[in-house]
């Protein structure tokens, strides 16, 4: 990587002086950094990054958050059809008087991260555990382990079951901040959870996030990952999860409308029967960027992976799906399935697709495919002729096109939200 390009971002997000907390927290927030400044921001040299181009955050001034709590209303977090705990994350601060957690269920905690260094417990000795530091392209989740400014513990003891999902806002109010979101979550056996994230933000900002997330045997985790932005916004959104024995892990993300929004994904099947599951959409227009990568790793025998992500991208966007699948040797009778199928709906539109099997067993299931192609003419021509504005008949095709991903969302609300941006016919 260019030096002068890593240096960029490495002066615009300055290590501040060493936080307080407990020495081994200093020393992972040591090595994190060092690993950044080794290695900086991941680019095209890449293969996983060989789609999302991450020069433009080096042409922006950005800085970290203060750690003053931003006034805030009620009605600027709210999502309708969404109840249950919540935590609000504003200008990289935990802010207390608009999240709801003290009515949580039994055998569920959730701290904020400081909280959780502070008194040392819910699990937050995991962090740092799962996303790995030492690969060529650890920048981004180096950088955010290195100033990490807010987070999330979650913990939930065997068996608990929550009856509604925990959602965690993350907003930026103020122009040229680039907090560094760190979650980790922790499933018992036998426990259930849903996990609403959501994304927003005002001006030029950069939100950057890990999930670490453990699933242990026979628990179920679902991951929903909501962002939207403009074109001067950057999302970067890294989540690295292991299932247990007939564990089940179902990932789904919109992202909507940014300079650059990239949703990367790594799951590891440890054990017999656990399952993942991968769904997406994404789409823009103008110089919007969306970019979904999967990782899926099969290590034992009768484990299961779905993917399916669609793109519906307008006039001068870019859309890019990368899903590699490994079997791993000794994974026999493993089923794997990737599909991936874009929307383009200007000429100028731009749509790259690469699913990716890695096989070192010989008694497995897999399949991939991808397809690129444009709103089909004769069924708009029909729609027309049945005196349906043109502009009506497009958001018909569209919300068709997309419905069979949003079905498999784990959460009717998230699926409204995608509807209602990406379902227009227009790729805004």
Same mark, same amino acid.
């Given at each position: 990587?260019?030096?002068?390009?890593?240096?960029?971002?490495?002066?615009?997000?300055?290590?501040?002086?060493?936080?307080?907390?407990?020495?081994?927290?200093?020393?992972?927030?040591?090595?994190?950094?060092?690993?950044?400044?080794?290695?900086?921001?991941?680019?095209?040299?890449?293969?996983?990054?060989?789609?999302?181009?991450?020069?433009?955050?080096?042409?922006?001034?950005?800085?970290?958050?203060?750690?003053?709590?931003?006034?805030?209303?009620?009605?600027?977090?709210?999502?309708?059809?969404?109840?249950?705990?919540?935590?609000?994350?504003?200008?990289?601060?935990?802010?207390?008087?608009?999240?709801?957690?003290?009515?949580?269920? %039994?055998?569920?905690?959730?701290?904020? /991260?400081?909280? =959780? #260094?502070? !008194?040392? *417990?819910?699990? &937050? $000795?995991?962090?740092?555990?799962?996303?790995?530091?030492?690969? %060529?392209?650890?920048?981004?989740?180096? /950088?955010?382990? =290195? #100033?990490? !400014?807010? *987070?999330?513990? &979650? $913990?939930?003891?065997?068996?608990?079951?929550?009856?509604?999902?925990?959602?965690?806002?993350?907003?930026?109010?103020?122009?040229? #901040?680039?907090?560094?979101?760190?979650? &980790?979550?922790?499933?018992?056996?036998?426990?259930?959870?849903?996990?609403?994230?959501?994304?927003?933000?005002?001006?030029?900002?950069?939100?950057?996030?890990?999930?670490?997330?453990?699933?242990?045997?026979?628990?179920?985790?679902?991951?929903?990952?909501?962002?939207?932005?403009?074109?001067?916004?950057?999302?970067?959104?890294?989540?690295?999860?292991?299932?247990?024995?007939?564990?089940?892990?179902?990932?789904?993300?919109?992202?909507?409308?940014?300079?650059?929004?990239?949703?990367?994904?790594?799951?590891?099947?440890?054990?017999?029967?656990?399952?993942?599951?991968?769904?997406?959409?994404?789409?823009?227009?103008?110089?919007?960027?969306?970019?979904?990568?999967?990782?899926?790793?099969?290590?034992?025998?009768?484990?299961?992976?779905?993917?399916?992500?669609?793109?519906?991208?307008?006039?001068?966007?870019?859309?890019?799906?990368?899903?590699?699948?490994?079997?791993?040797?000794?994974?026999?009778?493993?089923?794997?399935?990737?599909?991936?199928?874009?929307?383009?709906?200007?000429?100028?539109?731009?749509?790259?697709?690469?699913?990716?099997?890695?096989?070192?067993?010989?008694?497995?299931?897999?399949?991939?495919?991808?397809?690129?192609?444009?709103?089909?003419?004769?069924?708009?021509?029909?729609?027309?002729?049945?005196?349906?504005?043109?502009?009506?008949?497009?958001?018909?095709?569209?919300?068709?096109?997309?419905?069979?991903?949003?079905?498999?969302?784990?959460?009717?609300?998230?699926?409204?939200?995608?509807?209602?941006?990406?379902?227009?016919?227009?790729?805004?």
């Amino acid at each position: 990587m260019n030096v002068a390009r890593r240096q960029a971002v490495t002066l615009a997000l300055a290590r501040p002086p060493r936080p307080a907390g407990p020495d081994w927290w200093q020393a992972l927030q040591e090595r994190a950094w060092n690993r950044y400044q080794a290695v900086g921001l991941p680019g095209p040299r890449l293969d996983d990054w060989k789609y999302a181009d991450t020069h433009p955050l080096t042409q922006v001034d950005l800085r970290l958050p203060s750690g003053d709590v931003a006034p805030m209303d009620a009605a600027q977090v709210a999502m309708e059809g969404v109840e249950g705990p919540l935590v609000v994350l504003v200008d990289g601060v935990f802010h207390p008087g608009l999240s709801r957690l003290d009515e949580l269920p %039994d055998g569920m905690t959730v701290s904020p /991260l400081e909280t =959780a #260094l502070g !008194s040392g *417990g819910g699990g &937050v $000795e995991r962090v740092g555990a799962l996303a790995e530091l030492d690969r %060529d392209d650890a920048g981004l989740r180096a /950088l955010n382990l =290195a #100033l990490a !400014s807010t *987070g999330v513990v &979650v $913990e939930l003891a065997p068996d608990c079951r929550p009856s509604a999902p925990l959602s965690l806002v993350h907003l930026v109010t103020e122009a040229g #901040l680039a907090p560094q979101w760190r979650h &980790v979550l922790r499933l018992g056996e036998g426990a259930v959870l849903t996990l609403l994230e959501r994304y927003q933000g005002l001006g030029t900002h950069w939100h950057n996030t890990v999930v670490e997330a453990e699933v242990e045997a026979g628990a179920e985790l679902n991951h929903i990952r909501l962002a939207e932005g403009d074109e001067s916004a950057f999302l970067t959104h890294e989540s690295w999860v292991t299932v247990a024995a007939g564990g089940r892990y179902l990932g789904a993300g919109a992202a909507h409308g940014h300079r650059l929004a990239r949703l990367f994904g790594s799951v590891s099947l440890d054990a017999p029967e656990a399952r993942a599951a991968w769904y997406g959409v994404y789409g823009g227009t103008g110089r919007h960027q969306a970019d979904h990568t999967t990782h899926t790793h099969h290590r034992a025998p009768r484990t299961e992976s779905v993917q399916l992500f669609k793109g519906v991208l307008g006039e001068g966007a870019r859309g890019a799906y990368t899903g590699r699948v490994v079997v791993h040797t000794g994974a026999q009778k493993i089923r794997a399935e990737q599909k991936n199928a874009n929307l383009l709906l200007s000429r100028n539109a731009e749509a790259d697709a690469r699913p990716q099997l890695e096989i070192y067993a010989d008694d497995v299931q897999c399949a991939h495919g991808a397809t690129v192609g444009e709103l089909d003419a004769d069924a708009l021509f029909y729609l027309r002729a049945r005196g349906i504005a043109e502009a009506d008949a497009r958001a018909l095709l569209t919300r068709a096109f997309i419905e069979d991903v949003l079905v498999a969302f784990p959460l009717e609300a998230a699926a409204r939200w995608v509807r209602e941006r990406l379902g227009q016919g227009g790729g805004t």
